[in-house]
């Protein structure tokens, strides 16, 4: 069993067994969280759509840099235009460039991609809270699979904690 703890008061269990491997040996796990009256499904939707200029620019930015790195980025990434209604979470399908590897609607959604130099996983996880609020935590683990997984990751690192709560942040606002 794998506990995400925000605070003493406050934990989050993880229980599903697949996630559980993936996070064994992570070489990096970075939790976020927010409360929202949002459902999953409107949380999910709204979060994903959050693709302002700024965004946009660093995956421009990052299309060059990789290829330093001997890899490619074959096209900027859209927002997919989501909404509770048009999400399909089915398993295997794809938000954005994630595949969806678990899910449960109401509480639980795990997405990956693969590249040569990393594999990295992001999860939502809601936590019903007593007030009618619910807790979402974002969850990312990163495996690196070749040199240029740290090399990359470490680079983006600042602007990755800066993207995935800024997310959370408009998984709220739907």
Known sequence: MVTI????????VLTHEVYQQVAVNADHID?????STNTMPEFIAAAFNYQPDWMTFL???RQVFVRFLGMRQERI???PQLTPDTLDLT??????????????PDNYLVLSIEESHLKASLALFR???SNGLSRYYGVTLVHYNSWAGPVYFNTIR???HIVVQKMLKAGDNY
């Open 31 to 35: 939790i976020k969280s927010i409360d």
């Open 59 to 61: 995956y421009r930015v």
């Open 91 to 104: 398993v295997g399908k794809h938000i954005a460039f994630f595949r969806i590897e678990q899910v449960e």
């Open 127 to 129: 936590e019903p809270l």
């Open 5 to 12: 703890a925000k605070s003493s008061r406050n934990a989050y």
């Open 77 to 79: 990434p859209k927002p």
């Open 158 to 160: 600042p602007f990755h």
